[in-house]
C-alpha cells in the first residue's frame, strides 16, 4: 500500500472513530434537561422558531448562532432542544473536518491525530453536544484559517466577519488573521479583506453600547488576570505529556537564576491579584467554580495551585511554534483574556485550539500520550454532565 492510500484509510478510520463516539454522546446527552446556558440560548431560538425577532435580554452576544440554528429548526419544523442539540454536533463535525484541513494546510506532519487530539480536547467536546455558541463560533474562525494557509484572503476575511456576527469577542482574533497575512505575505493590501469584520464590531458597539448584547453590568471590560493565570494552569495539565517532554530536551536552559527570580516575580502577582471576585464564580455545581472556591479558602492550595501556572511559564519560555509568525497567538491570546473579570474555561477554548494547529509536532510516543490523556479527561467530563453530577 502506497502512502496516498494509507493516508486516505488513516483519515476514514478517524473519521469513523470521531462519528461513532459523537453518536454515542449525542444518545447521552440529548435527553438532558436544559444544561446552564443553554437556558437562554434556547430561549432566543424559540423566539425566532415562532417568528419573534427581539433579542433575549439575557442573551450576551450576537444571535447569529441563534438565528442559523432556527433556521434549521424550522426547515425540519423541529425546534426542540434534542434537534438544536443535533445541529449543534453537525457545526461540531463540520470543525472537526475544518481543523483538518487547517492543519494539512499548515504544514502538520500528522494531521490525523493533531485532529483527534482537537476533537477530544476535554474544555471543548462537551460544547460540541449542548446548545452553546462554542463549537460555530471556532468553526467559523477555523474555516478563516483553513482559507489563509491556502492563499484565499478574501474568503478568509468574509468568512471571519461572519464569524464576529456568531461570537461577538471574534473579532479579537481577526487581529491574528492579520498578523498571520502581514507577517508571513508582508503585502498590507491583503489586510483590507478583513476590514467588514473590523468594522461590524465597530458599528455592533457603537450602536449596542457595549460589547454584551444583555447582562452588560456582568461583563464590563476591565484588565484582570484571572483568566491568562487559568489559561496557564489548564494549558501544562492538559497537555501535560507534551510539557514534560518539552520541559526535559531543554532542561539545560531552565537553569539560569533568571527563570526563577521571573517565576518568583510572577508567584507574587498572581497570589495578589488571584481570586473570586465575580458573582457568577461563586456559584457552586460548576467544576471550575468549585476549585476556585477551594482555592479562595485554602491558601496553600493557592500555591499549589501555582505549580503547573509556573510550568506553562517555564515551558512557553523554551518551546516554539512551527512558524516566527505564529508567535503572535500569545499576544492575541492576551488580548482576548485581559479585558474579562468572569473566569471560565471556555475562553481559553480558542487559544488552546489555536495552539495545537500551530504547535510543533512530537514524537508518536508523545502524541499518543497526549491524545489519550484527552480521551481519559474528557470521558470523565462527559460522564459527569450527562449523570448531572456537575456542571463544567
Same mark, same amino acid.
Given at each position: 500500500m502506497n502512502e496516498g492510500h494509507a493516508r486516505r484509510l488513516r483519515v476514514l478510520l478517524a473519521a469513523l472513530a470521531v462519528a461513532a463516539h459523537a453518536a454515542l454522546v449525542w444518545s447521552a446527552f440529548r435527553g438532558l434537561p436544559r444544561y446552564s446556558d443553554e437556558i437562554h440560548h434556547m430561549r432566543q431560538?424559540? %423566539?425566532f422558531c415562532g417568528g419573534d425577532i427581539s433579542v433575549d435580554p439575557k442573551l450576551t452576544t450576537i444571535p447569529g448562532y441563534h438565528a442559523l440554528s432556527a433556521f434549521v429548526g424550522r426547515l425540519l419544523h423541529d425546534c426542540s432542544l434534542p434537534r438544536m442539540r443535533a445541529v449543534n454536533v453537525v457545526f461540531g463535525m463540520m470543525s472537526v473536518a475544518v481543523f483538518f484541513a487547517a492543519a494539512s494546510a499548515s504544514g502538520v506532519a500528522h494531521p490525523v491525530m493533531r485532529t483527534l487530539q482537537y476533537y477530544f480536547l476535554p474544555i471543548l467536546l462537551p460544547y460540541h453536544f449542548l446548545v452553546y455558541t462554542d463549537t460555530v463560533a471556532l468553526l467559523a474562525l477555523l474555516a478563516s484559517v483553513a482559507l489563509l494557509f491556502r492563499g484565499r484572503h478574501t474568503a478568509a476575511g468574509v468568512v471571519g466577519a461572519?464569524?464576529?456576527?456568531l461570537r461577538q469577542t471574534n473579532v479579537v482574533w481577526l487581529l491574528l488573521l492579520c498578523a498571520l497575512t502581514l507577517l508571513e505575505d508582508g503585502d498590507r493590501k491583503k489586510l483590507r479583506a478583513f476590514v467588514p469584520g473590523l468594522v461590524v464590531f465597530l458599528l455592533f458597539v457603537a450602536i449596542n453600547g457595549g460589547v454584551a448584547m444583555g447582562d452588560q453590568r456582568a461583563h464590563h471590560a476591565g484588565l484582570h488576570l484571572g483568566n491568562v493565570f487559568f489559561l496557564l494552569f489548564l494549558f501544562f495539565l492538559l497537555f501535560l505529556p507534551r510539557n514534560l517532554a518539552v520541559l526535559w530536551?531543554?532542561?539545560d536552559r531552565l537553569q539560569g537564576g533568571w527563570l526563577g527570580a521571573a517565576t518568583a516575580v510572577v508567584c507574587v502577582v498572581f497570589l495578589l491579584s488571584f481570586g473570586v471576585d465575580h458573582a457568577y464564580n461563586r456559584i457552586p455545581g460548576f467544576l471550575r467554580n468549585d476549585l476556585l472556591l477551594l482555592l479562595d479558602e485554602r491558601p496553600l492550595l493557592k500555591v499549589a495551585f501555582f505549580v503547573p501556572v509556573a510550568g506553562a511559564l517555564a515551558t512557553l519560555v523554551v518551546d516554539r511554534l512551527r512558524r516566527g509568525s505564529f508567535h503572535a497567538l500569545y499576544a492575541v491570546a492576551l488580548v482576548s483574556l485581559l479585558p474579562v473579570k468572569?473566569?471560565?474555561? %471556555?475562553y481559553d477554548v480558542t487559544p488552546l485550539a489555536f495552539f495545537l494547529l500551530f504547535r510543533r509536532d512530537d514524537?508518536?510516543?508523545v502524541e499518543s500520550l497526549g491524545l489519550a490523556l484527552s480521551v481519559v479527561v474528557s470521558s470523565f467530563f462527559l460522564d459527569g454532565i450527562a449523570r448531572g453530577a456537575f456542571a463544567l
Open positions: 431560538i424559540d %423566539r461572519s464569524s464576529v456576527l530536551a531543554h532542561r468572569l473566569i471560565d474555561h %471556555r514524537s508518536p510516543f
